[in-house]
C-alpha cells in the first residue's frame, strides 16, 4: 500500500533538505502533480539545472528558508529545525551533504530526528549545541547508513529506540556500511531498512 492515497492531490509542507540529485530530483514532478502548501529549502547555491528548474516551481508557493530559529507547527505535531543554525541562502559547500536541514518531529511525547545526509562534523555541532535535547525515539540514520554519518558518539547522545535506513535495494554506493550497523545493534535499537522492507509507515 502507498503511504500517501493515489487520489490525494495536495501535500501541506515539503522539505528538500539539500540539492543532491537522490533528494532534489523527484520533488520536481511533486511541485507539478500536487498543490503544495508550502516548501522548506536551505537556498544553498548548486550549480545544477534540476535545482534551478525546481527553485522556478517553488517560487509559486510559500517558500520558507530553514534556520533554528524558525519552527513549525501542524496540529499537535510540531517540526523543529535544528540545523543549519542560521540562515545559508546562496552559500557555497564543498559538501553538500553538511548543509542538510535536520528537524525534530514531535508529537506527544514521541520526537523522530531526521538528519537529511549531514554528517559527522553537523553532528559534532549538533551535540555541542543541543546535547540533551538530542534524546529521539526515532532516527532516520544519516546519509543513507553510510560510515560518513551516525558517528558513535552521536549515536550515544541521540539512543534512538527505532533507526530508520533510508536506502535503495542494490545501490551502487553499497548502503548501508556494515560499520554503521554494527553500531546501531550495539546501541539495541531496531533497525527498519527501505531495500528490505520497501516503505516503511509509522502510525502514531
Known amino acids: 500500500d502507498l503511504v500517501m492515497p493515489y487520489t490525494d492531490s495536495s501535500i501541506d509542507f515539503v522539505v528538500l533538505t539539500h540539492p543532491h540529485a537522490d533528494h532534489l530530483d523527484g520533488l520536481v514532478e511533486v511541485l507539478e502533480r500536487f498543490e503544495v502548501g508550502a516548501v522548506l529549502i536551505t537556498g544553498v547555491f548548486a550549480d545544477d539545472d534540476t535545482y534551478f528548474e525546481f527553485l522556478d516551481k517553488v517560487a509559486e ?7 533554528s530559529g524558525t519552527d513549525f507547527l501542524f496540529g499537535d505535531l510540531k517540526m523543529d529545525v535544528l540545523y543549519p543554525f542560521s540562515q545559508i541562502v546562496g552559500e557555497e559547500f564543498k559538501n553538500l551533504n553538511n548543509s542538510s536541514v535536520v528537524l525534530m518531529i514531535e508529537s506527544g511525547d514521541l520526537r523522530i530526528l531526521l538528519t537529511g545526509d549531514a554528517e559527522g562534523e553537523v553532528e559534532q555541532e549538533l551535540i555541542e549545541r543541543y546535547f540533551g535535547k ?8 544519516g546519509h543513507h547508513g553510510s560510515k560518513t554519518a551516525s558517528s558513535a558518539g552521536f549515536l550515544s547522545v541521540v539512543r534512538p529506540d527505532v533507526v530508520v535506513v533510508q536506502v535503495g535495494e542494490g545501490n551502487s554506493f553499497s548502503h548501508p556500511h556494515e560499520e554503521s550497523l554494527r553500531a546501531f545493534e550495539a546501541l539495541g535499537a531496531t533497525v527498519r531498512r527501505n531495500d528490505l522492507e520497501g516503505i516503511i509507515e509509522f502510525i502514531f
Open 134 to 141: 538530542l534524546k529521539s525515539d526515532i532516527l532516520k540514520a
Open 61 to 67: 508557493v510559500p517558500v520558507y528558508f530553514a534556520e
